[in-house]
RNA sequence: GCCGCCAUCGUCUAGUGGUUAGGACAUCAGGUUUUCAUCCUGAAAACCGGGGUUCGAUUCCCCGUGGCGGUGCCA
């Protein structure tokens, strides 16, 4: 086994976890790193949870996260197919080999037996463990019993005594009593193998030779090297990352938290920001930088410099990354990732053809004018759901306010007007096609300046006029982007409203 | 209950047998000639407890405590 192989295999529950979106990416930067294959398996073998469309929505959304298979369901390989319930025979035919070598054995136990059983075991304050009832039956009888249609699950031959020792390459070696572990099944009565037995079989079969996965795993290690060890193959390396938890410190759950990474997909969360973010939950680099591209990350991942303590999500972090991303981000590119929000919102309309109109008065607006919009308020958003709120009043000139918010803290209420009625003359003076941002500014401030008089008392109310709002961009660039016409009508509204 | 993993600022983390225990987010204060945001500067903020080992432990060992995980014909 001398080629580098990792996997990630997640079970199709539908969506992608965010705890999952780690441990694919450490699979990714591990295997891009050293220069080996990351494969990509479904494992489906419990046919009660199966969910429609989720391999799907799976690799979709792993697509827009830009993290790439060299095999998998999806784009094939010399190792498929690469979805368990697609590789039932393959499974038959190990586990005849282990009944060959009689290291499993049938055991026609019902599910009410078992049940009942851990009841007893609990009573008595015994840990539950199958009572290996069905571990020495002869080979008549058990014929004889599957030959009456009695249903059987094969489970594995435990050692009963001494101890296992295993190897997380993270935390070194663990050990584990025999008697701690269960005869546990690896092939269930509808003829479909457990996780641990698929787990196992498809890993040697597939040549994996780095098993990255959560830290839960780690109470299967023993079933899963004695496994390897029934069936004589050697066993790839194991790599347990610890879990991440919620704010509260308990397990981050889909009823008390966001765990989709579609639902911070929907919410405008960027994949660099989702990336950075979650690559240091567990990884960091040997210098203070926090902040890569995914070449950087690709250059300077480690799998040993995985911690092994659990990580708390927070998602105040996550929000600052995901603002310096998007004032990063090339503006024409946010700008377009920013369009279904203002849909969604209600502000504007696409139809097929790339027109795009302003919902509020019906008339068209250009992709130039969006872009102008986004850029300053590009620097204020956390999120792309925000621009939304953000950026309102460039759309919609029905706002309403209270007067007494274009009083400056510093200035009378009775000064409002007649500075308002300064700035509307003074505007009104710069031709259309004068009208820019640093014009605007410029013949504001040169007369405040000339006048002695302080800037606030005419740019607080100006923009309050313009924007309706205690906070918003400056005034001068909201004012470049609406229009002389437009500032003007929004100035002489707001005299009126103080006066 | 039993078994296992883990333990540095509120959070993510760096680090060492002797350090002023470092960085980032968040918080607070100040600055960037209107507000918000950005940006800059600064402040406050941590080695879970008890035993060892040692000249000396945050660091190594043991115990305890706490958190989490496992204990399924789920994965």
Redesign the pocket.
Known sequence: MDKIRFRF???PTGFLHIGSLRTVLFNYLAAKKMGGKLILRI????Q??KVAGAVDSLIKILDWLDITFDEGPHIGGDFGPYI?SERKEIYNKYIKKLIEKGEVYY?????ER?EEM?KEQAAK??????DRKCRDLSLEEIEERIKKGE???IRQKMPLEGEVIVK?E????????AS?L?D??LI???G?????F??VVDDHLMQISHVVRG??????LPKNVLLYKAFDWESPKFY?M??T?N?????LSKRHNDVAVEDYKKQGYLPEALINFSV?????P?D???IFSREELVKEFKLE?I????????I??L???N??YI?HKDLDELTRLCLPYLEKAGFIKRDNKEKIINQFNSKEISFDFIKKVVRIEQ???KKLSEISQLSEFFFNDNFDYEAGLLV??KMERGDVAPRLQKVYELLDKIPEENWTNDSIEDAL?SYI?ATEG???EY??P???ALSG?????????IAEILGKKETLKRIERAIKKIS
């Not at 830290?215 to 299967?220: D, F, R």
């Not at 240091?280 to 960091?284: F, K, R, T, Y």
């Not at 709002?469 to 660039?477: E, G, H, I, T």
């Open positions: 295999a997640p079970s494992e489906d073998t419990d009660k949870r368990q055991c026609f136990c019902t599910p078992l851990r304050k015994m840990p539950p463990r199958y249903k059987f699950v997380d993270l935390r070194g070696e663990i050990k584990f009593k701690e269960e546990h099944v269930k009565s509808d479909m193998p457990t996780y641990q698929a787990n830290e839960e795993w780690i109470p299967s347990h610890p879990l938890l704010k509260e410190g308990g397990k240091l939950l567990g990884w960091h040997k203070d930088r926090e410099d911690g092994t303590s659990p990580a708390i999500f927070d105040e972090k929000n600052y990354l603002g310096y004032r620097e204020r958003m400056w803290k401030v300046q302080r800037v606030g740019l607080w100006m923009r309050v709002r205690k906070a918003s961009p400056p005034p001068f660039d």
